[in-house]
């Protein structure tokens, strides 16, 4: 749920609760007021009628604001008592209902007799008064939460752009291509605050990453040369005649690490250098050809293992990709189906304008299918194989945006590409 | 034959002029770029072995100068940098190959040899070695005359000890002549094994010797003592 939809959610509940508690209030102090005013009336109207009462001697005739009611009626001596006021209902036949009145009633003496004055003055009817205060509150209700709604719509296109703007660059923002994210300048001071600090933050990760980038690359490149003199030396040094065997064996032990080394070194620069995209890509390479040419160059061994291959190519598959990681991508698929195969087992490419399937017969795997494409993950821990085959092949994949997928069923390797 | 190495690292110069020499090449070296270039203005090479990063300047325009002055020296250049780019480029101005260093000095010194074969002895490429007899162009081979028919890794593998004669060749070095650097050395062993014990039996069949030696498991060496 957006923040704006949350807030506005937030507003509107407390705002109704407000209102009913409002509504409550403001019934009650109104019937007060109305209440304390009829109280008032009542009582202007009495010192009315006692004032009329010592003028005049007889019962005078009494105008009175319509609706209301005075009755006189004699009373005993003796019947005498304080000013009541009372709400009653009285039954209105023009009208067929009870109606609410306010009444007065007091005694009054005239000429040595008594009487008993009761004045009633018809109330607004309470029902009248709830369905006014509910309908102006919901009235009230009704205009805040359009404005409201209003609001949040205008505040989310207006006040909270800059915010969504960032949102949507950091989301678009990848430290390979690198650079500045250029976020819209705001005059909100907590959007200004989020921006700097993100500012600052992939500043300082654009800056870590190129220097980490530099020194992979440089420390590679240079770790070259060194090996590089090392296998020379030791290619010069076994040229000797007069070295027997045990040395002979030391020389290989130190060839074989130094060339190990160097692969090592030359697959991890590789890696770095997908990843930096520093390969051109080519228009319309042409997959099948690639595939045939790899073939062609790990046929011998294909053969010497016995393996079968069971080829099923599309002749129109061009893709738009390096020609060279094209070439590695595919050596490696083949090499991991040649080498992780059993004698005579069999390999399996399917080629289509989609999707590229190599499988191949093998063992199951002894790691877990999802550290596959991990960097030196293998499957058997023998230091002779480097680990980085597969690691290369999905690097090379999400250069792309490729999908890569493993499954192993049937005693069946299967690794599919999406292109 | 003259050969000149043009190459900034010096013991790596040294481990190429040295190996170089024994073959019998009369080897020069140059550390930078003005030398280099001066060099190979003023003599003639057959081979000039060049690495494109240098201290005062690029391999690249070495190249280019040995192409303006319109001489038949073979170039190959050595680098660092395991660049498409860069081995498109040297090879579209007039190299004749191109190596990424690490490389095998026995690689090397095939690839050398093929290129002065290539450029000097025109019309008759022969390579012979006692009684065998390779026809580079037609990709023939002959033993006592007698015509062997090889598989073509059988075939790289001939020319490769033959290059390499009387010298101990790697494993390693003949997994990524036969193979690229396609493959996992380690694995390619046992299949250099089959081939070579092919290529011996084909070479016997027609009378020939068996030259390939096994060197304490280090590699192999093709000699005829």
């Avoid at chain 1, 209700?141 to 949102?167: E, G, Q």
């Avoid at chain 2, 009369?26 to 003023?42: F, H, I, L, T």
């Avoid at chain 2, 075939?155 to 000890?161: N, Q, R």
Wanted: charged letters at 25%; proline letters at 2%.
């Amino acid at each position: 749920m957006r923040l704006l939809n949350k807030t506005g959610l937030y507003y509107i509940g407390i705002s109704a609760v407000v209102c009913v508690i409002a509504g409550v209030i403001f019934y009650f102090s109104i019937q007060k007021i109305i209440n304390e005013a009829v109280e008032e009336n009542l009582y202007n109207e009495k010192a009315n009628i006692i004032k009329q009462l010592k003028t005049f001697d007889s019962i005078p005739r009494f105008y009175l604001p319509s609706g209301d009611k005075l009755e006189i009626i004699p009373a005993g001596k003796n019947e005498k008592g304080k000013d009541v006021i009372r709400n009653v209902t009285i039954y209105d036949k023009s009208e067929d209902e009870d109606l609410p009145y306010a009444q007065l009633v007091f005694y009054s003496d005239v000429k040595g007799k008594t009487y008993k004055i009761t004045i009633s003055q018809l109330l607004l009817e309470s029902e009248d008064l709830i369905s006014t205060v509910v309908s102006s509150m919901f009235i009230l209700m009704l205009a805040l939460f359009l404005s409201l709604l209003l609001i949040n719509l205008w505040i989310s296109k207006k006040l909270w752009k800059p915010f969504y703007d960032t949102i949507d660059k950091l989301k678009m923002y990848q430290i390979a291509e690198g650079g500045k994210l250029n976020l819209t300048a705001t005059n909100i001071s907590e959007f200004e605050e989020l921006n700097s600090v993100i500012n600052r933050m992939t500043d300082k990760m654009y800056s870590d990453y190129v220097s980490l980038k530099k020194f992979t690359e440089n420390a590679a490149h240079e770790i070259q040369t060194p090996l590089a003199i090392i296998k020379s030396k030791l290619e010069i040094l076994m040229q000797h005649e007069n070295i027997d065997g045990e040395q002979m064996k030391l020389i290989h032990s130190i060839y074989e690490s130094s060339n190990r080394l160097s692969k090592l070194n030359q697959g991890l620069l590789l890696l770095t250098k997908i990843k930096n995209r520093q390969f051109a890509i080519a228009n319309n390479v042409d997959m099948n050809a690639v595939i045939e040419k790899k073939l062609e160059n790990f046929e011998d061994i294909i053969k010497i293992k016995g393996i079968s291959i069971i080829k099923n190519l599309n002749e129109n598959v061009k893709l738009n990709i390096s020609p060279l990681l094209a070439d590695i991508l595919i050596s490696n698929l083949l090499n991991n189906a040649i080498k992780y195969n059993v004698d005579n087992g069999k390999i399996e490419i399917i080629l289509k304008t989609d999707r590229l399937v190599v499988s191949n017969s093998g063992l199951p795997l002894k790691i877990k299918p999802d550290s596959l494409f991990e960097r030196f993950s293998k499957d058997n821990d023998s230091s002779e194989s480097l680990g980085l085959g597969l690691s290369i092949v999905k690097e090379i994949c999400d250069n792309y945006n490729f999908g890569v997928n493993y499954n192993y069923s049937n005693n069946t390797h299967e690794i599919e590409i999406k292109f | 034959m003259k050969i000149l190495v043009v190459e900034d690292e010096k013991e790596l110069s040294n481990s190429i002029v040295s190996y170089l020499k024994q073959e019998g090449y009369v080897c020069e070296s140059a550390m930078d770029y003005p030398a280099g270039s001066e060099k190979a203005d003023v003599y003639n090479y057959d081979c000039v072995i060049v690495d494109i990063t240098l201290p005062g300047g690029s391999g690249m325009d070495i190249i280019r100068e040995l192409k303006g002055k319109n001489s038949d020296t073979g170039i190959i250049i050595i680098s660092a940098k395991n660049s498409l780019d860069d081995k498109i480029s040297g090879l579209d101005i007039g190299a004749d190959d191109y190596l990424t260093k690490p490389f095998h000095l026995s690689e090397l010194n095939a690839r050398v040899k093929s290129i002065i074969r290539r450029k000097k002895f025109e019309g008759n490429r022969e390579i012979i070695f006692n009684e065998i007899k390779i026809t580079p162009d037609e990709m023939k081979v002959f033993v006592n005359k007698k015509e062997i028919i090889l598989t073509k890794k059988e075939y790289d593998l001939l020319v490769y000890f033959i290059s390499n004669k009387n010298r101990v060749v790697t494993k390693e070095s003949i997994a990524e002549h036969l193979w690229g650097d396609e493959i996992d050395t380690v694995d390619s062993f046992d299949f250099i094994y089959t081939h070579i014990k092919n290529l011996r039996k084909k070479i016997i069949e027609k009378g020939g010797e068996d030259y390939v030696k096994t060197v304490y498991g280090i590699g192999y060496k093709f000699a005829s003592i």
